[in-house]
């Protein structure tokens, strides 16, 4: 025999997700990124080496050093 489902719809059944992990927030300094930005440039070294070495965000360095800014980043906003 089939077991009954419950009457209560889907969405009622889900809890929303809630963690009391704190936030990852910036753990990198702006010495550290000129210094990765620098060794991209200057020395050669690529993105993802260099942001591993310095302890920066791949992803912030990549922009910077193609000279995307956050605002076009997220929104594609076309420089004027």
Not at 23 to 37: F, P, V
Not at 58 to 70: A, N, Y
Request: overall charge positive; some cysteine.
């Amino acid at each position: 025999m089939a077991q009954c489902r419950s009457k209560r719809s889907y969405k009622e059944n889900i809890q929303p997700k809630t963690s009391n992990r704190p936030k990852k927030l910036r753990n990198w300094t702006n010495e550290g990124m000129i210094e990765a930005m620098k060794a991209v440039n200057e020395a050669g070294m690529g993105v993802n080496r260099a942001a591993l070495e310095y302890g920066v965000p791949r992803t912030t360095l990549k922009d910077r050093i193609s000279g995307v800014s956050f605002m076009e980043r997220v929104w594609a906003i076309q420089p004027i």
